[in-house]
Structures are given as C-alpha cells and as structure tokens.
C-alpha cells in the first residue's frame, strides 16, 4: 500500500497501474487505471469504501478480469490534519493533477481551519468549474407525484457567483468604503448597515461550461438543454449568462443545436430529428417547472447559486440527496463527490446509505473513462434492490414494515445483484 503523500515529493503512485491521460479533448484509459481516493470525514471512509467494492465488482462483471481500477489513496480534512498537520495537503492536490480523475467522501471543515469550505477550496485549486448532477428515480420513495418522470442532469457553475465567496461584514472598513464609493461614483444609494457582496459572472465562465454542456448533451443524446436565469432582473450578470450560452450554442455547435425561437420561426414547433433544443427558463419559473412538469427538461445549464438551489429541490423530487450523484469536472481533472455531508452521528454504526457516492463514482467511470457496462450494472444493481424493498435505513423509514440491511449487508446485496445481470 503507497503511503499518503503529505508533499508532492511524497507522492508515489502504486506499482500496478497506469495513468489515465488527456489528450484531444478525451481520457485516454488504460485497462488498470490509478483513481485517486480521499475517504473523507464521518460516515465517508464507511461509504467510501463500500462503493470502491461495489464498483470493482462491477467492473470484474463487465470485463471478466481485463480490466481493474487501481485506487490510491489521499488525504483531506481530519486524517489530513492528523498524518499531515494540515487539512488540504499540497501532496493531495498534486496528486490528484497526476491521476487526473479522483473520488472522495464528504468533508468537514473545522471551525478555526482557514477554509469556508474545503470541498469548495479542492474545486477552486483545481479549477473544477462543472457541477454535474444528474437526478434520477430508482423506485425508492420519494414525494413527487411524478418522481418516475424526473431524469435530467444539471451543470452548475463552480467557481463564481455568489460562491466566490466576495463579501464583507455590516461596518467593517471595507463594506463602508464600497458603499461610499458607489454613492460617490455612481449614486446610488445603499444603507450603512448593509453586509456587501458581490456577484462575478464572467463570460469565460460561463461559455466553457456551456460548452462541456453542450459536448455532454451531444455524447448522450440529450434532447434539451435548458438554461437557467434570473435575467430579468440581473441583466448582467444572469442575463449575461444567459446571452452568452446561447452564443456557444449557435456559434460553436450551430449543426447539432435548434433555439426555441427557431423552432417557431422555422420549423412551426415541429423539431427537426436528431437536433437538441437549447432554451431558456427564468429561475423562479424553473423551480416550479420541475415540481409541475419534469418530462420537458433533460439538462439544466445554470449559474453558481440558481445550480445549488434547483440542485437540491431537483434530488428532493426523488427522495433526497442521500440518492444525488455529483461530480466536480474542469478540462482535464474531475471529481466525483456526493453532496450530503459527513452524518456524524452515524458514522461507525454501519447504517449510512452509500448510495450517493457509488452514484458519484459510476458517474465518473462511466461517463469519463467511458466504461459505460459499470454504470449500467450499479444502476440495475440499485433498481433492483430498491424494488426488492432491501435498503438501509434512511429509505426503510419511508417503507413501513420493512426491516432495514446495515449498509454492509446492503453493499453485499448490489454485489449479488450484480453478479446475476446479465450485459
């Protein structure tokens, strides 16, 4: 086992294994390809290693032994703090520049640790700038009437926004200095007391993740792709977003692409085959849209804190971030990561549901690496489970009189069902 790297001269990657390179805008993957893995805080080393198991059982069931993910470990948060005497090791970000794709458990930052949030400062340091989320029902119980109707993928910005983080405190010398400045400036008016922030949407920003939108889109045949905006009122900042997008979409992919407003003008609302309609919904609209009807959206491209919003009001459609799949990508790094936290209270007890981080993984091996047969088998594992009603406890409290598995013994079960799916 390779010791964690606390340094980049520490790094050292195992002795089995190659790297997965990028090249010509792809990964290029070996058949035993070294991933980068961060266990994490809490419930994450439990959940963390039981997807790996899932995973690598899906693997040796799609390839028959041809093939076999490499992992290597990292370190973030506490263990980092302990083995390195700082929570975000230098060690782990080179490392992670090195294997390219990485997976991790949820993060806690402790108070005093000089983050606001250290999944937030990996995504910065790395220049993860996509958010990729998709939402998707597996027949576990969820509040929607049309939960069976929701499959889309969300691409959220990353790095701007009100994430950022640009902001000062009511009367502090800073916040007093910009409001006397835009008086003076520009005259406009704002109260002493305010708290400041600033909200940066830069059309670089926005056009590479338009982009990677838009390749996703075309890669999976996706037939909308929608984008998100309070342009209406923030003309720009989100309806700069939204302009810009749209400029992607009819300068950069003009053979693949048909706006609303052609679809009118040209084809009489008849959309051409094999096209993507690219068009675009006012925030507080969308929030509604997907609640009332989810069948006309399949990938929501949208800013830094409309994503995170609609993210999580997307996932509630199906019973909750405990199912969201995540995956932080830029140009040639990603990873995948769930979005609830460390459950603290759970951690050790083997009760915590794995499920959002085996989600996260699949996505990453499936989409990036291009081993399609993995994602396929994890997600019929799932269906198959949860329609056997053998779940932990998180979904059995919404299934009366089931007896919930631990999540070792849930773990087991989507190997088992793995092992019967026939590819």
Same mark, same amino acid.
């Given at each position: 086992?390779?010791?964690?790297?606390?340094?980049?001269?520490? *790094?050292?990657?195992?002795?089995?294994?190659?790297?997965?390179?990028?090249?010509?805008?792809?990964?290029?993957?070996?058949?035993?390809?070294?991933?980068?893995?961060?266990?994490?805080?809490?419930?994450?080393?439990?959940?963390?290693?039981?997807?790996?198991?899932?995973?690598?059982?899906?693997?040796?069931?799609?390839?028959?032994?041809?093939?076999?993910? *490499?992992?290597?470990?990292?370190?973030?948060?506490?263990?980092?703090?302990? %083995?390195?005497?700082?929570?975000?090791? +230098?060690?782990?970000?080179?490392? /992670?520049? *090195?294997?390219?794709?990485?997976? +991790?458990?949820?993060?806690?930052?402790?108070?005093?640790?000089?983050?606001?949030?250290?999944?937030?400062?990996?995504?910065?340091?790395?220049?993860?700038?996509?958010?990729?989320?998709?939402?998707?029902?597996?027949?576990?119980?969820?509040?929607?009437?049309?939960?069976?109707?929701?499959?889309?993928? *969300?691409?959220?910005?990353?790095?701007?926004?009100?994430?950022?983080?640009?902001?000062?405190?009511?009367?502090?010398?800073?916040?007093?200095? /910009?409001?006397?400045?835009?008086? +003076?400036?520009?005259?406009?008016?704002?109260?002493?007391?305010?708290?400041?922030?600033?909200?940066?949407?830069?059309?670089?920003?926005?056009?590479?993740?338009?982009?990677?939108?838009? &390749?996703?889109?075309?890669?999976?045949?996706?037939?909308?792709? =929608?984008?998100?905006? +309070?342009?209406? /009122?923030?003309?720009?900042?989100?309806?700069?977003?939204?302009?810009?997008?749209?400029?992607?979409?009819?300068?950069?992919?003009?053979?693949?692409?048909? =706006?609303? &407003?052609? %679809?009118?003008?040209?084809?009489?609302?008849?959309?051409?085959?094999?096209?993507?309609?690219?068009?675009?919904?006012?925030?507080?609209?969308? %929030? &509604? &849209?997907?609640?009332?009807?989810?069948?006309?959206?399949?990938?929501?491209?949208?800013?830094?804190?409309?994503?995170?919003?609609?993210?999580?009001?997307?996932?509630?459609?199906?019973?909750?971030?405990?199912?969201?799949?995540?995956?932080?990508?830029?140009?040639?790094?990603?990873?995948?990561?769930?979005?609830?936290?460390?459950?603290?209270?759970?951690?050790?007890?083997?009760?915590?549901?794995?499920?959002?981080?085996?989600?996260?993984?699949?996505?990453?091996?499936?989409?990036?690496?291009?081993?399609?047969?993995?994602?396929?088998?994890?997600?019929?594992?799932?269906?198959?489970?949860?329609?056997?009603?053998?779940?932990?406890?998180?979904?059995?409290?919404?299934?009366?009189?089931?007896?919930?598995?631990?999540?070792?013994?849930?773990?087991?079960?989507?190997?088992?069902?793995?092992?019967?799916?026939? %590819?």
């Amino acid at each position: 086992m390779s010791k964690i790297p606390c340094t980049p001269e520490e *790094i050292k990657l195992p002795a089995e294994g190659e790297l997965i390179r990028f090249e010509n805008g792809r990964y290029v993957v070996p058949d035993k390809p070294i991933i980068a893995y961060i266990e994490g805080d809490g419930i994450g080393p439990e959940i963390v290693n039981h997807s790996m198991k899932v995973i690598n059982a899906a693997v040796e069931k799609a390839y028959g032994g041809k093939r076999k993910i *490499i992992w290597y470990e990292l370190a973030a948060g506490e263990k980092a703090q302990h %083995l390195c005497g700082e929570l975000l090791p +230098k060690g782990t970000l080179e490392a /992670i520049k *090195i294997t390219k794709l990485a997976a +991790k458990g949820p993060l806690t930052t402790p108070v005093g640790g000089g983050f606001r949030s250290l999944n937030v400062a990996i995504r910065m340091a790395l220049d993860l700038y996509a958010n990729i989320r998709p939402v998707r029902f597996y027949g576990q119980p969820a509040p929607s009437k049309y939960a069976d109707k929701v499959d889309f993928v *969300i691409f959220r910005e990353n790095t701007e926004d009100l994430y950022k983080g640009v902001e000062w405190e009511m009367g502090s010398e800073e916040a007093l200095k /910009i409001i006397n400045f835009v008086k +003076k400036e520009f005259g406009v008016n704002l109260r002493e007391d305010s708290g400041i922030g600033i909200k940066p949407i830069s059309e670089f920003a926005t056009k590479r993740l338009a982009r990677k939108a838009l &390749q996703w889109a075309i890669k999976n045949k996706i037939p909308t792709v =929608t984008i998100m905006h +309070k342009g209406n /009122i923030m003309k720009y900042t989100e309806g700069a977003f939204r302009r810009w997008a749209y400029e992607v979409a009819v300068n950069e992919f003009r053979d693949y692409i048909v =706006t609303e &407003q052609e %679809l009118w003008e040209k084809y009489n609302g008849q959309m051409p085959e094999g096209k993507i309609l690219v068009n675009d919904r006012i925030a507080d609209n969308m %929030l &509604q &849209q997907i609640i009332t009807r989810p069948w006309d959206y399949k990938m929501i491209v949208a800013p830094n804190i409309n994503g995170d919003y609609i993210s999580d009001e997307a996932n509630a459609l199906v019973g909750g971030i405990g199912m969201a799949a995540g995956l932080n990508a830029g140009d040639e790094m990603a990873v995948a990561e769930p979005v609830h936290g460390t459950a603290p209270k759970y951690a050790g007890k083997d009760v915590a549901n794995p499920t959002a981080e085996l989600l996260s993984m699949s996505l990453m091996v499936s989409q990036l690496m291009d081993w399609k047969e993995v994602g396929y088998l994890v997600e019929e594992a799932l269906r198959r489970a949860i329609k056997d009603r053998k779940v932990t406890q998180d979904l059995t409290r919404h299934m009366p009189g089931v007896t919930p598995l631990k999540a070792s013994e849930f773990r087991d079960a989507l190997i088992g069902y793995i092992e019967e799916i026939e %590819l």
